[in-house]
């Protein structure tokens, strides 16, 4: 007797995407909620580029493609971080068209001051209904370590 498709159940692909909007949700959530926490007092965007520029100054164009923001658009986000000291902005020689930015002391202690209340939060959290935090939090890491370098693997 042949059995249609329906009554077999779900295939393996569509189990696993299934499981992928479920994850991709709760990485959102997650995310969102541990932002909020973080009260930086700048929207997404702005502690994106703040985040990019840990490791060092950045193009403007680098920053565009990290952050996944339009050139413009990250113009814009630099100005209104220079203005409020959080990043600076300088022209590279020989070619001055060329804008490098960097963190500032003020923009580092920002985004560590944030991260700090975010971990708090994430720890309060985990207290709250977990017995091993530690452990939780280490195999979520993993977690999304192993995916991320399946992804970055995979041909494009």
Excluded: K
Aim: charged share 25%.
């Amino acid at each position: 007797m042949h059995q249609s498709a329906s009554l077999a159940g779900p295939t393996d692909e569509q189990r696993i995407e299934c499981a992928a909007r479920g994850l991709l949700r709760g990485i959102g959530r997650l995310a969102q909620t541990l932002f909020r926490s973080g009260d930086f007092g700048l929207t997404r965007s702005q502690v994106a580029v703040l985040d990019a520029l840990e490791d060092g100054p950045c193009r403007v164009t680098a920053l565009a493609a990290y952050t996944g923001t339009a050139q413009p658009r990250v113009t814009v986000l630099l100005q209104g971080l220079g203005d409020r000291g959080l990043v600076s902005r300088e022209r590279r020689a020989p070619d001055r068209r060329v804008v490098e930015a960097s963190l500032t002391p003020a923009g580092r202690d920002l985004l560590e001051q944030g991260r700090r209340r975010m971990a708090a939060a994430l720890l309060r959290g985990l207290d709250a209904g977990v017995d091993d935090s530690e452990r939780a939090v280490g195999t979520a890491r993993d977690a999304l370590t192993t995916l991320l370098n399946a992804m970055d693997s995979e041909p494009n």
